[in-house]
């Protein structure tokens, strides 16, 4: 079955067919990944409660967890006020990030002026 026509009528896509998610834990608003999804994923994401995504460097889905345990228990999913930019609140379980850290965004800083 596939995504809600509804819904895929309102998304921008890129010349790849993806959006961007941008995935947050969603009692803490803290950022933890972006990922890309497209029709597919967002619809596996949106039926089974797992964040689904798209791998541009493996050019498969993946489903957040399956490997490592460390499993996303998506709690809703928002689509911005563009068409073109996912937000998907999760519970995240262990880390988020491949390299074993909670959040992708917390290693390096750049430096403001």
């Known amino acids: 079955m596939p995504l809600d026509p509804k819904i895929a009528a309102r998304l921008k896509r890129d010349g790849g067919g993806l959006v961007p998610a941008i995935v947050q834990q969603y009692d803490t ?5 972006l ?3 497209d029709d597919e994923a967002l ?6 409660g797992r964040g689904t995504y798209w791998s541009r460097s493996r ?8 490997t490592s345990g460390h499993v996303q228990h998506v709690k809703g999913v928002a689509l911005d006020c563009d068409g073109d930019t996912l937000l998907v609140k999760v519970d995240q379980v262990g880390a988020a990030c ?3 850290d909670r959040t992708c965004f917390d290693a390096d800083w750049l430096a403001l002026p």
Request: glycine share 16%.
């Open 29 to 33: 608003g803290e950022v933890l990944m």
């Open 35 to 37: 990922a890309w999804m």
């Open 43 to 48: 619809h596996r994401t949106l039926t089974t």
């Open 59 to 66: 050019g498969e889905y993946w489903v957040k967890g399956d």
């Open 98 to 100: 491949h390299t074993g």
